[in-house]
């Protein structure tokens, strides 16, 4: 069964680095998104992507934020200068198009910012 | 604004006694209604959904869900707990017929499954 992959699945960072947060979403699924859930918190969405362009986003995606399709096969996230308030476990997401699609999560990214 | 609670953080079951797992919910229209499961170390795994029609709405690993439009409610059901169900289970929200898709969540659920 395809299934959505993310890398790394944990990555430590020193505050103000910049971190790049990568996704192989499934193959035939058109939308893709990303979510965040800070330890002990509610999943919460990030941001909603098709056609290469930003469909949707919260406003927890700010302009530290982006995310980017690069070739045929990735989705990323990057946060340009992380703060402690960012570590949290990052979680990617694809879907069909549809007026009501599933989507399907992949493992998630733990994100420590030191 | 639209909002999924789960009113219970744990829920205990005894192994092969029915289970439920209670989320009400609170959206302007008709909702369209999800389960997922999380697994350790897992990412959250789809169980079922409900978009229309019949209020009863089955899904994998033997799990049900009745929608109850009156009591803005979407409870998970299994007729008989299996000690691998122990998981956090996460009711989910999406906007209806807005074309937006962001699922908004609720605060999850842990199930255990004693034997």
């Known amino acids: 069964e395809p299934e959505v992959t993310q890398t790394p699945s944990h990555q430590v960072t020193q505050m103000g680095q910049e971190v790049i947060l990568r996704c192989v979403p499934i193959?035939?699924?058109?939308?893709f998104y990303w979510y965040r859930q800070i330890l002990g918190q509610k999943v919460e969405f990030l941001v909603s992507?098709?056609?290469?362009?930003?469909?949707?986003k919260s406003e927890i995606f700010d302009d530290q934020f982006s995310v980017e399709r690069p070739d045929g096969s990735n989705f990323t996230l990057k946060i340009r200068s992380t703060k402690l308030e960012d570590s949290a476990m990052y979680f990617c997401?694809?879907?069909?198009?549809?007026?009501?699609?599933?989507?399907?999560f992949g493992p998630g990214t733990r994100l420590t910012v030191l | 604004a639209q909002s999924v609670a789960q009113p219970e953080d744990q829920v205990n079951v005894a192994e092969g006694n029915p289970l439920t797992v209670k989320c009400t919910y609170s959206?302007?229209?008709?909702?369209?209604l999800f389960w997922y499961v999380q697994y350790p170390n897992r990412g959250l795994q789809f169980l079922l959904k409900?978009?229309?029609?019949?209020?009863l709405v089955k899904g994998s690993y033997g799990f049900e869900a009745e929608f109850n439009k009156s009591q803005t409610s979407f409870h998970l059901k299994k007729p008989s707990a299996l000690v691998s169900d122990s998981a956090l289970y996460f009711c989910?929200?999406?906007?209806?017929?807005?074309?937006?898709?962001?699922?908004?969540f609720g605060s999850g659920t842990r199930l255990q499954v004693q034997p």
């Open positions: 997401a694809s879907s069909e198009p549809g007026l009501v699609d599933t989507q399907y």
């Open positions: 193959s035939n699924h058109l939308y």
């Open positions: 992507f098709y056609n290469n362009e930003i469909s949707e």
């Open positions: 959206v302007s229209g008709n909702p369209y």
């Open positions: 409900y978009i229309t029609g019949d209020n």
């Open positions: 989910a929200v999406s906007p209806p017929a807005t074309g937006r898709r962001a699922l908004t």
